[in-house]
Nanobody
Framework: VQLQAFGGGLVQPGGSLRLSCAASGIIFDDYAIGWIRQAPGKEREFVAGISRSGDTTYYGDSAKGRFTISRDNAKNTVYPQMHSLNPEDTADYYC???????????????WGQGTQVTVSS
């Protein structure tokens, strides 16, 4: 199983960023995909997730109203779109796969390499 997150970078406060997660080595639409982030010195935090078909989405409290997540099963890719970013969103963002969808990071057993997001002026 290989998962790779893309799209991180430096963005100004109030800005937007779209990440993507590409998967291989799995039957993509057998898995829910989640995004979990970890900031320096902080615990992992669930950000967003999407069910296998894409008809159900899940958001962590910090992401509600600002982030949206979608998936394209034909391209084996998931896209979290992040808006109204603030410095507290600075973290390494990881995508992960799970047979069981949900909002708990522990559900996601397959993790990929992360991408760093820095929100700063």
């Amino acid at each position: 199983v290989q998962l790779q997150a893309f799209g991180g970078g430096l963005v100004q406060p109030g800005g937007s960023l779209r990440l993507s997660c590409a998967a291989s080595g799995i039957i993509f639409d057998d898995y829910a995909i989640g995004w979990i982030r970890q900031a320096p010195g902080k615990e992992r935090e669930f950000v967003a997730g999407i069910s296998r078909s894409g008809d159900t989405t899940y958001y962590g409290d910090s992401a509600k109203g600002r982030f949206t997540i979608s998936r394209d099963n034909a391209k084996n890719t998931v896209y979290p779109q992040m808006h109204s970013l603030n410095p507290e969103d600075t973290a390494d963002y990881y995508c992960a796969a799970s047979i069981t969808p949900g909002r708990r990071s522990e559900l996601y057993g397959y993790w990929g390499q992360g991408t760093q997001v820095t929100v700063s002026s």
